[in-house]
């Protein structure tokens, strides 16, 4: 009876509200210094979101109709500090005329956090002697630890023993910024691998050992960590594009070496000349700058080197490890200007449905993935900034691959920038798979490895600004696709990359389709300083039936390259297990609709000494000191060391005069909306509204 009587206090708001307004929706507010035994008015708001849910479902139970033209939460200034997630099933949707919105009052920015606030009172000198020994002298007053058992936090979880994708774990955040897990060497810098004593079990190269691996190193600096209770190593074990993170076994002081608990996939240095790099995490022992801390997870304490003094709201420590907001099954679910931080796990994930929008919201500092979207039809994810996460940015998925049924996701004008901040492989600003998505007008920088994964068919990437990508890692593409010859179709056209690869010497590339990957479209595209090492800013291994034509190039080491694979090359991965189970039972792509949407892929597992190739044509080189490497079949294609017509280059303002020397040399060229190029985001007044 009482939730029914705060029910009707709410209509007869509602009521109100339609004598005076055209068009009526259910209103509810809520703030941080609100209660939930109120209304839910402006005057009187309501103080959770997890209250105006179970309010709206009263509701709409009791009084259907007054959601025809759906419902708006307002969401009002300060930090919601949730205990649990935001979950929103089927009867929390709305219609397509009357979607349900949780969107920030107007001129406010409300904040919805996964963890706990730190107050500074809990933070106190370390005068446990024992812990003094393992904190270096030279720093042991800067040091304060805070009882977190003794605040109610109890689930710390646990480092497993090895782990590439990092699990939800808690973090400590000071001032809006991760902190950095105690480490050495500090800062962004490495250690090397001195000598590798047995690489232990490396199946790839037909390598076997009853060792787990083993390695030696330089210095005394792993002798500080033999009274640790545990050790962990996260390192670049073999390859630049394969890291992990394993629990060291022993350590030989006198030998100088370090033993793994667990083998690397790949075996440590296996077949890589180049110096293997690692890096000691979570130890006391190397608790010694400013920002960083440990975790004592068998006691429950964090120790802490503070950057700043701590004020009230400083320190956050991320404890929710389920996505904050989750929407299941629900449809027509808004959720527009809200920012959500601080979580061990993920920001937003949205599960089948149908046209849910996440609009102007900020994401940064989790744990684990920014946003995920996975199934359903037609959801978009537009203007969020999406920043600081600890694996990957944007993960969306959808669509059916077996009927090649496309899903109609975007992603349209986000801002995704530094990801991979636990995970520094194959952690993308933006992963894509399914069918059938539009990933546009986006502007994605600054990662360690690559930017943009995809998986499946008929995507269409466009205009978008990619750069500072692969700034960790080697043999790598700000774009990267490989090894599903199923998948294809997918266009790449008017977007502009630029500034791909870091200090390693392998290969960096804009546009990378890796491992017999085919049947993509590379169109209108503009590619500066986007080649690195041994790749060109577009790099073909193994595939064909790529077609690359329109595109411009300026100052790329090299335009094009292709890796050929022989007919055994071919022939073995035709005839292994993983491609059957891919081309023929995941999907079959000797039968419709594949055959018809791909002609090409008839006959695919016929060898007849038909030659694979790949196609370019109408292309631009400027600069390139290579245009093409590999077996191409090309036409009209124009290198020139001068400009060709840029209105201006030197502000990197590639659009093309209409006088351009290109439309001269090659006749057909298509000029490039490069001033399209980016994002396109609106004011907030002007963006729709829910």
Partial sequence: ?????????????????????????????????????????????????????????????????????????????????????????????????????????????????????????????????FLLDRIDPAVREEIRVVDLYGMGIQNLGEFPDSYNTPPALPELFFKGKRMTLARWPNGAEWATVAGVVDSGPAPWRNHASEDTGTFEYSGDRPTRWTSAPAVWLYGYWCFDWASETIRVKSIDTEQHRLSLLKPHVYGIGSGNPAERRYCALNLLEELDAPGEYYIDREQGRLYFWPPAPITTGDAVLSVMKDPVIQIKDASHIHLQGITISCCAGSAIRVESGNEVVVRSCIVRNTGLDGIIVQEGNTHLVEACDIFETGTGGLVIGGGDRKTLTSCGHEAVNNDIWNVGRRKRTHAYNVHISGVGMRLAHNRIHHAPHQAIGLGGNDHVIEYNEIFDICQESDDCGAFYMGRNPSERGSLLRYNFWRDTGGPRSHGSCAVYFDDGSGGQTVYGNVFLRAAGGNFGAVFVHGGHNNRVYNNIFIDCKAAMRQVRWDDERWKEWVQGDLWKQWLTQDVDITQPPYTERYPELKGFFEFNGEKRTNFTERNVAVRCPMLLD?????????????????????????????????????????????????????????????
């Fill in 630 to 690: 590999g077996d191409w079949e090309e036409n009209d294609n124009f290198v020139t060391d001068t400009d060709p017509g840029f209105v201006d280059a030197a502000a990197m303002n590639f659009q093309l005069r209409e006088d351009a020397e290109v439309f001269r040399k090659i006749p057909g060229f298509e000029a490039i909306p490069f001033n399209r190029i980016g994002m396109k985001r609106e004011s907030p007044e002007s963006m729709p509204s829910l």
């Fill in 1 to 129: 009876m009482f939730r029914f009587a705060h029910s009707l206090i709410l209509v007869s708001t509602l009521l109100l509200f339609t004598a005076t307004h055209a068009m009526a929706m259910v209103q509810v507010h809520v703030s941080p210094g609100g209660k939930d035994d109120n209304p839910g008015t402006l005057e009187a708001p309501l103080a959770t979101l997890e209250r105006v849910r179970n309010l709206l479902r009263e509701t709409r139970k009791a009084h259907p109709e007054t959601f025809s033209e759906g419902a708006t939460v307002w969401i009002h200034d300060g930090v919601y500090e949730l205990s649990s997630p935001l979950v929103l099933l089927e009867e929390d949707g709305g219609g397509k005329e009357g979607p349900i919105g949780y969107r920030a009052a107007p001129g406010e920015s409300p904040e919805l956090i996964g963890g706990r606030v730190l107050l500074p009172e809990g933070f106190v000198p370390v005068t446990d002697t």
